[in-house]
């Protein structure tokens, strides 16, 4: 089992739907999370973290986290062509180094 | 530009050669993170440095890689007697301190090319 596991797309949503991205984590005692999206052949972009449960809202975008269900995701109201890219999930098991432990991304593809 | 900075940008490398890539941290920032990224793969943890320490090399091969962050200059990743399997894009990020939770942000990485 993965420690971090995205499904790998493509998810397909048109222009203004909103994008809903799965992340699921293994380890019970991981301690934060973050969602980074990656343009092709570009490096990370942080978009935002979460590390208590519930709903977190930064713009356009919402993280959402279940610690009970080992369970993260990020919503992407009103999609738009230029969120087409690799939305990677991060997750910092914070003991004794802050590592980040990613999965390897969901494809998102936003057509007009 | 107060990101993180790393150069070069693109690195070819002949099979047996030495390859070294650096990384200077975002302005205020002493943490620093070297990631992997392998063709079609995700991003894979090799080391997690401070100023002059080594704080987790668990990510990293046993042989042949080398880290170092010096008290003056940038972090260093060097890579000996390179392989066609090093052939990938190596990130570097920093983050403003340690605990939860700290963002790390991620440089423009280094893509090496070894032929």
């Known amino acids: 089992q993965k420690e971090v596991e995205q499904n790998s797309g493509p998810l397909s949503v048109p222009e203004g739907a909103i994008a809903s991205l799965n992340c699921t984590y293994s380890d019970r005692g991981s301690q934060s999370f973050f969602w980074y999206r990656q343009y092709s052949g570009k490096s990370p972009e942080l978009i935002m973290f979460?590390?208590?449960?519930g709903d977190k809202e930064d713009g356009r975008f919402t993280a959402q986290l279940n610690k009970a269900s080992q369970y993260v995701s990020l919503l992407i109201r009103d999609s738009q062509p230029s969120d087409s890219a690799t939305y990677l999930c991060a997750v910092n098991k914070n003991r004794n180094t802050d590592k980040l432990i990613f999965g390897t991304g969901t494809r998102l593809q936003v057509f007009p | 530009n107060a990101g993180v900075m790393q150069n070069p940008r693109h690195l070819v490398r002949r099979r047996g050669q030495e390859a070294r890539l650096r990384c200077s941290p975002m302005?205020?920032?002493?943490?620093v993170y070297w990631y992997r990224q392998l063709p079609e793969e995700g991003l894979k943890f090799m080391v997690y440095l401070q100023k002059e320490n080594i704080i987790d090399e668990s990510g990293m091969p046993k042989e042949r890689f080398s880290a170092e962050f010096p008290k003056e200059g940038p972090s260093i990743l060097r890579i000996q007697q390179v392989v066609r399997g090093d052939s990938a894009a190596y990130f570097c990020?920093?983050?403003?301190?340690?605990?939860?939770?700290?963002?790390?942000?991620f440089g423009p990485g280094t893509r090496l090319t070894v032929t």
């Open positions: 990020a920093s983050s403003l301190g340690t605990g939860s939770p700290y963002e790390q942000y």
């Open positions: 302005k205020g920032h002493s943490h």
């Open positions: 979460i590390y208590s449960n």
